[in-house]
């Protein structure tokens, strides 16, 4: 049937309109008929000879008087449904009950409308599709027992892509077919049923009898839209064709066009013989690229009309050179190009694990994400991750190996450095030498839409008086706005929302925060001893070999030799310059062996510090001894943890404090807390509150080049200051962390692990912590944790309690004599006289 047939509409008359729709909700109303106890319907027959009406589709029918019209009849006295069935062949003159075919519609028939010639004409509606049973009946009309087909089905992704297929190869029928309406196309795009679609769409187009015949008898919904795709394509290429020949005819006639054609006509026959002229095979070639290149529709519609405006120019024209570079870009760049994903956690997992060694936290999110892309494989949405840490933790390497687990193309963009908002945007092209921003740069380089997209370094973007680039990353980071977006050079949508982004950075503090809130914060909290120790000998040592023309088997390096380079010859939270020390060691080792001399074959802690020097670097140890004023601070560095004396000393003086050792503001105010902790709670030391004016306090913190600031070293400044005030020592095996208030209450502080892992490392025996750091040690390896007495505190009195050994008698309290004034001595002699 034609689109008229089944689309109520046109371009009738208000009246014809209102009565279609009137006899439509008649039909409508009209009930199917209900199957009895043994599933079976029966029903009046309706013969249609050469129309087939499909279920849920509405067709105007021509009826004779006979048989058809006395089944209608009945129907309708009846209010009933009856089954409309098909001949095998329309042509057959003598009808038998094996003529029809034995699949039949279930139909309503509305309200018969009498015609002048004496035939009637009635709207039916199919319904749903029967399976013939049995003839209870041929004369005077013929009725027929049947059964249902069950044609629900479960709408799984291959379902859903076929069902896709369908509306787009529909919706190219629709564009080329003038007799089928645009809300055709709209129609399809609302039925979710893959029966109801492929039924619609049959009916929709003109496709033959047979193949009509073909689609009715296929009973299952998908076997049916495959059957009609194949049927559409065929359609497509005619109406393709078709449109072809149309629109020659139509330029050959066109006075309008007919100088334009007539040039063609002279171009075509300069190229037969060798003619053509360069200019014309550029454009040629330009338009030949467009057409073999899906793009998107408004992309394409730009392309064309910069072919169009490059014909109208001449070749010289200074324009012609940014036109060109314009579609070069449009034609170069990805629009549909993608890349299958590898979605198995385990092969994900083994690669991860092959290439990296700990960054636990960034390995399971990967996983997680590949594991929720394996069970939903069509989700679009992509992770944005934010990996940050001091330098050499692994963080662009992880990123490679995150591409070569998912199968994804790697590409990497640098950000460090970038000032200006038109490196991440584009220039407009009203500028002599503009080009895309380096996002769209970059897809370029892809050449694919869901590649693996680093964002190196996006905490060193700048921003000056040519605008904030960190700003214009808003847009590509942020998975609502990334599906369409704008560089200012093509001024086109461009989707990338296909991509998974992953940034760096060494810290959060100079990235805004709009920006930080787009992305997902994962740390690298830096390696410690342990961690160094084993990507030494699994990866470091390996590659560096390799590099050094080295075998394996040729050159050892000893463990306490590594341990030695960890300690003594690098102070880093990454393994960079562990891995520059190895490969010193092993380029020296060669170029004795290329010399024919003696090398050695196994590297230990003597030839380290013979081939590299004395150590650059000393670890500081826990104290030899017990002291008065020295405790042992715990402290947090970008290069990992480590502990650190504080030392105090009391002199003669007028109650001063000074603070040394290159010391920040906050870690002054730490100080100045702990001293007035300290005179609060005088009495309960048994120091007489009177010794604070004559005395001047002097706080040092060594290795005085360093800069040193914060509020956890509180409560060890606190602990030192009581220890010199009373003469009690502090336990040389303790080190402690915290911040504390003037009521000497212990607060949370940060970097945990790496403290604790420091006090392991520099031989401690106990850690004092603060009780709401507890949480923390969830970081701390296990081995660690066995090693260390880690003890909880909530007061400053517990830490007085742990770390300075008891007052072993009950002592004066100290007390300092007081200078005489002037007056006094005067007084005094006044008096003896």
């Known amino acids: 049937m034609r689109s008229g047939d089944w689309f109520p509409g046109g371009d009738n008359s208000e009246d014809i309109t209102s009565s279609l729709h009137q006899r439509t909700e008649e039909v409508y109303q009209i009930p199917d008929s209900e199957p009895n106890a043994k599933g079976y319907i029966e029903s009046p027959v309706l013969v249609l000879n050469d129309i087939i009406v499909l279920p849920k589709m509405i067709s105007p029918i021509m009826v004779s008087p006979g048989p058809n019209l006395l089944a209608i009849q009945e129907a309708q006295y009846n209010y009933q449904t009856l089954v409309s069935l098909v001949l095998h062949n329309p042509e057959d003159e003598e009808i038998t009950v094996d003529s029809f075919l034995p699949v039949g519609v279930e139909m309503a028939v509305g309200r018969l409308i009498n015609l002048p010639d004496g035939n009637s004409s009635a709207l039916v509606q199919g319904r749903r599709r029967l399976q013939i ?82 689609l009715l008898l296929k ?41 334009f054609y007539l040039r063609e006509q002279m171009k075509a026959i300069q190229n037969e013989l060798g003619e053509g002229d360069v200019w014309s095979r550029e454009i040629n070639e330009i338009r030949t690229k467009l057409e073999k290149k899906a793009l998107p529709g408004e992309a394409a519609a730009a392309a064309q009309k910069e072919i169009e405006r490059l014909t109208q120019m001449p070749p010289m024209t200074p324009e012609v050179g940014i036109i060109r570079t314009y579609l070069d870009w449009i034609l170069e760049l990805p629009w549909h190009e993608f890349t299958d994903d590898n979605l198995d956690v385990n092969h994900a997992k083994k690669i991860l694990e092959d290439n990296h060694y700990a960054l636990t936290e960034a390995k399971d999110r990967i996983l997680e994400y590949i594991a929720v892309r394996s069970l939903k494989p069509k989700k679009p949405r992509q992770p944005i991750l934010c990996f940050v840490g001091p330098p050499g933790t692994g963080k662009t390497s992880l990123g490679k190996s995150i591409s070569d687990a998912l199968g994804r193309k790697f590409v990497r963009l640098s950000l460090g450095g970038v000032r200006d908002e038109a490196e991440i945007r584009g220039h407009r092209r009203t500028y002599i030498g503009a080009m895309p921003g380096r996002i769209i740069q970059t897809m370029k380089r892809a050449q694919t839409m869901n590649p693996l997209f680093m964002l190196d370094e996006i905490d060193k973007l700048g921003a000056d008086f040519r605008g ?31 991509v998974m982004f992953i940034t ?26 342990e961690e160094k120790l084993e990507i030494a000998k699994r990866f470091l040592i390996a590659r560096q070999l390799e590099e050094s023309s080295l075998e394996a088997d040729e050159v050892k390096i000893t463990e306490p030799a590594i341990r030695k380079l960890i300690r003594e010859y690098t102070y880093e939270a990454g393994v960079r310059n562990l891995e520059r020390e190895i490969g010193k060691l092993f380029r020296k080792t060669a170029r004795l062996k290329s010399e024919k001399r003696h090398y050695p074959k196994r590297i230990t802690e003597t030839q380290v510090e013979k081939y590299l020097g004395p150590p650059q670097f000393l670890m500081m140890e826990a104290e030899y001894q017990d002291e008065i004023g020295v405790a042992t601070a715990i402290a947090w560095t970008e290069n990992g943890g480590e502990i650190m004396p504080v030392e105090v000393l009391l002199m003669d003086g007028k109650g001063n404090l000074q603070i040394t050792g290159q010391i920040g503001d906050i870690m002054q105010e730490s100080a100045q807390a702990a001293l007035s902790y300290l005179k609060s709670r005088a009495d309960d030391l048994d120091i007489d509150s009177d010794i604070f004016e004559g005395l001047d306090i002097h706080i040092h913190v060594p290795e005085g080049a360093i800069p040193k600031d914060g509020p956890s070293a509180g409560i060890t400044i606190a602990s030192a200051l009581i220890s010199a005030f009373t003469s009690r020592k502090i336990y040389k095996y303790i080190g402690m962390t915290g911040e504390i208030t003037l009521r000497g209450k212990v607060l949370p502080i940060g970097g945990v692990r790496e403290k604790v892992l420091a006090a392991h490392r520099s031989g401690l025996k106990m850690v004092l912590l603060p009780e709401k750091n507890r949480k923390d040690l969830v970081d701390v390896p296990k081995k660690v944790r066995d090693d260390l007495n880690i003890v909880f505190v909530s007061h400053m009195d517990q830490v007085v309690d742990l770390a300075l050994e008891p007052v072993a008698e009950k002592k004066e309290k100290r007390t300092i004599k007081k200078k005489e004034t002037k007056n006094q001595k005067s007084a005094e002699n006044s008096s003896d006289k």
Not at 220 to 243: F, G, I, S, W, Y
Not at 504 to 529: C, K, Q
């Open 133 to 214: 049973i049995n003839f209870t009946q041929t004369e005077p009309y013929m009725r027929v027992r049947c059964r249902l087909f069950d044609e629900d089905i479960q709408i799984d992704n291959d379902a859903e892509a076929l069902m896709r297929a369908t509306r787009d190869l529909f919706e190219k029928c629709v564009q080329f077919d003038r007799s089928l309406p645009e809300e055709a196309h709209l129609f399809a795009m609302n039925i979710n049923e893959p029966g109801w679609l492929a039924d619609m769409v049959a009916t929709a187009i003109s496709l033959p009898f047979s193949d009509r015949q073909q």
């Open 219 to 259: 009973t299952n919904p998908l076997e049916r839209l495959k059957a009609l795709n194949n049927m559409l394509a065929q359609e497509l290429d005619l109406l393709q064709l078709e449109e072809k020949i149309q629109t020659q005819v139509q330029s050959e006639v066109d006075k309008n066009q007919r100088e």
């Open 468 to 498: 904030d680039p960190a700003s214009a990353l808003l847009e590509v980071l942020d998975p609502e706005q990334n599906s369409a977006f704008s560089d200012h050079y093509l001024e086109l949508d461009y989707d990338l929302s296909h």
């Open 504 to 529: 760096t950075a060494n810290t959060l503090s100079t990235i805004p925060p709009a920006l930080i809130d787009r992305m997902e914060v994962i740390e690298f909290p830096g390696y410690y001893e």
